[in-house]
């Protein structure tokens, strides 16, 4: 009975790694960058599968964005995202999924300025995503001059 049960459960291991290995494959996921820690849900789960995306998801993606370039009246930041063109790209499509409004079109208007390397307005754009997420603590007062600087350089 024991030898069954030992039989069974390797059998279903078996299942469960071949399928693994199978949707990697077909995924074009790595093991290597899982281990190395270059692969993110963000690498796993492909946008471009996703027809719309919810607006808390958007405006989350955009608010760590902007995390990285202000400084929180509490230095409370919660998520951060590197501002660069992939990150960028990235959410500008995200939004371009949501339905049209008055909200959606001044979104994609911020991030299309952030595409263009200015940040003039970062405060305000993060405390706009702030606030639609209900922030609490958080609340941008100033920018982060040496980041805003870096995240120009790397958008050139």
């Known amino acids: 009975m ?14 469960l790694v071949a399928s693994t290995f199978i949707l990697f494959k077909l995924k074009g996921w790595s093991i290597e960058g899982l281990i190395k820690g270059n ?12 027809k719309e995306y919810p607006k808390n998801e958007v405006a989350g993606y955009m608010h760590e964005l902007a995390n990285g ?5 509490d230095d409370e930041i919660w998520g951060e995202r590197e501002m660069n063109k992939e990150n960028i790209a990235t959410v500008l499509k995200m939004a371009k999924s949501l339905p049209k409004s008055e909200q959606t079109d001044n979104w ?26 209900d922030g609490g603590v958080g609340r941008a007062v100033n920018v982060k001059i040496k980041k805003v600087e870096e995240a120009q350089k790397r958008l050139k």
């Open 2 to 15: 024991k030898k069954k049960k030992v039989i069974n459960i390797a059998f279903w291991i078996f299942i």
């Open 39 to 50: 692969m993110s849900v963000d690498n796993i789960v492909k946008f471009e599968t996703v």
């Open 69 to 73: 370039l202000i400084i929180a009246k």
């Open 108 to 133: 994609i208007a911020i991030i299309k300025t952030w595409q263009k390397g200015d940040f003039s307005n970062i405060v305000n754009d993060h405390n706009t995503v702030w606030t639609f997420l």
